[in-house]
C-alpha cells in the first residue's frame, strides 16, 4: 500500500492545525487586553494573573480524558465537538462582567483548547513518517506561534477599533466555522482514503527500555518550567513590564511582545529540524532549557534595564530557546515505541500546562508584594525591582527543572523501516 501524498498528509494535518491556532490565539489573548481586562474585570495583578491562569486548569484537567478519547474515537469527532465547546467558551467571557463569568468562559475554552495540540500531533503520527515527526512538531508549534502573534497587534488594534467583547465574539463564529469543517473533510486514518498508515511502528532500538515510565516521568517534571514561564511573560506579563518600564504604547508593547511569540515559533522549527537531523532529543532539549533560563537571569540583574532594544533581544532569544520544549513530546513517543500517542502526547502536555497553571500567578504575586502604590489610568505600576525578583524566580524554576530532564535515558535510535517518508509522494 502506496504512502499518503504530502500534500493530502498536510491538508489533514491543516485542518486541526486551523483549530490549534484558533486555540492559541484564545489562550494568549489576555496578554494584549491586559489593560483592557484590568479597567473591567481585574483590578489587581493576582487577579489579572489568575484569569489568565483559568484557561490553563482546564487545558490541564482535560488532558489525559481529552488523550484517551482521541485514542478511542479519533481526532476527527474530538476535534469537531472541543470547536463548539470552544465557542461558547468565547461567548461567556465575551459577555461577562464580573471576574468569575470571565474565568467561566475561559475555564471553557481551555477545557475545549486541551485537545487541539494532543489532536494535531495524533493525525501527524498516523500521515507523516516518524523521521519527520520531530520536524512536524515543531511546524506545529510554529502554527500556535501564528496564533500567538495575531492574539497581539492585530488583536489590539481591532481591540481599539471595535472593543474587545466583539472580537472575542468574532472568535465565536470561527469556532462555529471550524467544527464543521473538522467534521466534514478530517479523516483520521490514511486508510480511510486507501493509504498506508505510519502508526504502526516497528521498534527502533534493540531492547525496550526497562523503565519507560520511570524515564516519561522525569521528562514531565523537567517540562513544567520552560512553557510555564513563557506563559508568565510572554502570554501576559510582557504588555504590562514593556508600558511600565519603558514607557511604550500600549500597541507598541504589543508588538514587542509579539516578537517573543514568534521567536518561541521559530525556536520549535529550528530544534524540531536539527533534533530530526542528529537523531537525538535529549542533547538539545537541554541547550534550549538552559539558555531559556540564562536569559531570565540576565533579566533578573537588570544588566540591560536602560535598553529596550537589548531587553526586546533578550526576550527574543529566551523566547527562541524555549521553543525546544516541542522535543519533549517528540522523546516520550520514542520512549513507549509509538504506542496510544494521544495518551502519550496529552501526558506529557499535562505536566507543561502545570507551570502555565501556577506562575502566571505567582509572578503577580511577586509583583504585588513590590507595589508602591503607584497608579496610572487605573491600572497597577511596579518598579523594576519587583519585575527583576519575578524574572530570578522564573530563571531559577527553569534551573530546578532541568535536574529531571538530565536524569532521562535516550533511547538508542535506529533507521527506520517501516514507510520511507521518500516514498511519500507530491
Known sequence: MLAPPVRLSFAMWGLAACFYLLDFFQRVSPAALA?????????????????????????????????????????????????LLGMTGALVFSQAHTAGSAAIGRLIIGAAGAVAWVGMLKLASHWFSPKRFAGITGLSLAVGGLGGVLSGLPL??????????????????????????????????????????????????????????????????????????????????????????????????????????????????????????????????????????????????GLFQSSLYATVAVLWLLSFAAGSMVLSFVFAKDLVHGQRTGTIVALVNLSVMVGSIGLPPVFGAILDAFWTGQMEAGVRQYPAEAYSWAFAFLGGWIAMTLVFQSLVHEPKRHPHRALDPETQID
Request: charged content about 15%; some cysteine; aromatic content about 12%.
Open 156 to 301: 489590539r488594534l481591532l481591540s481599539d477599533a471595535f472593543g474587545w467583547r466583539e472580537v472575542i465574539l468574532g472568535s465565536a463564529v470561527v469556532a462555529l466555522i471550524l467544527a464543521l469543517a473538522l467534521y466534514w473533510w478530517l479523516r483520521d486514518e490514511p486508510e480511510q482514503m486507501g493509504y498506508a498508515n505510519y502508526a504502526h511502528p516497528i521498534p527502533q532500538t534493540d531492547q525496550p527500555l526497562k523503565r519507560p515510565w520511570r524515564d516519561l516521568s522525569l521528562l514531565c517534571l523537567g517540562q513544567v518550567g520552560v512553557t510555564g514561564s513563557m506563559a508568565a511573560m510572554a502570554w501576559l506579563w510582557s504588555v504590562p513590564y514593556l508600558t511600565s518600564q519603558f514607557s511604550l504604547p500600549p500597541a507598541t508593547a504589543t508588538i514587542y511582545s509579539s516578537l517573543m511569540i514568534v521567536g518561541f515559533s521559530a525556536g520549535g522549527v529550528f530544534f524540531g529540524q536539527y533534533s530530526d537531523r542528529i537523531e537525538r532529543r535529549k542533547q538539545p532539549l537541554l541547550i534550549g532549557s538552559t539558555l531559556s533560563a540564562l536569559g531570565f537571569a540576565i533579566l533578573a540583574t
Open 35 to 83: 489593560l483592557d481586562l484590568s479597567r473591567e474585570i481585574a483590578n489587581s495583578a493576582v487577579a489579572l494573573g489568575s484569569l489568565s491562569s483559568a484557561y490553563f486548569i482546564t487545558y490541564a484537567g482535560c488532558q489525559l480524558p481529552g488523550g484517551l478519547l482521541i485514542d478511542r474515537y479519533g481526532s476527527r469527532r474530538v476535534l469537531a465537538g472541543a470547536a
